[in-house]
């Protein structure tokens, strides 16, 4: 039985350009000195140009930086020009590995003096929602 019409109605919907938005982070440690931050989002846009980490101690230590700022347009002008990223639309992960140095005074390894990140997003029609992830400790 096929009940659609002869002349089915028509439907257009628009779907703004926007900032992005950041949906998930979720952090890997594979070192007392190395860590994956995995962020998973969109941007309607399709452009994203900046991201922007900020990092917080864990208590008792202190970090040599608490922000960092990633031009990350290239890549994801990149990605959005793929063939691979049609089926995904406008959603993304972007995989972004953090290397540290330093001396800590009462964690093994620089990379285990960070409590938690923050993670933003930003492109020319503005920032994202900030997201943190507490790390296990």
Partial sequence: LNVTPES????VIT???AAPQVLGV????SSATAMTVLITGFATSRSVRQIELQFAPV???TLGTTSLSINAETAFDAWYASSQSIAFGSQFTATVPLQFSGQTRNVA????????ITV???N???GSNPVSVTLPR
């Fill in 59 to 61: 208590a008792g230590e």
């Fill in 15 to 17: 779907v703004e350009r």
């Fill in 109 to 116: 390894g620089p990379a285990n003096a960070v409590q938690s």
């Fill in 124 to 126: 020319a029609l503005g």
């Fill in 8 to 11: 089915p109605r028509v439907h």
């Fill in 26 to 29: 979720t952090v890997t440690q």
């Fill in 120 to 122: 933003s997003l930003a």
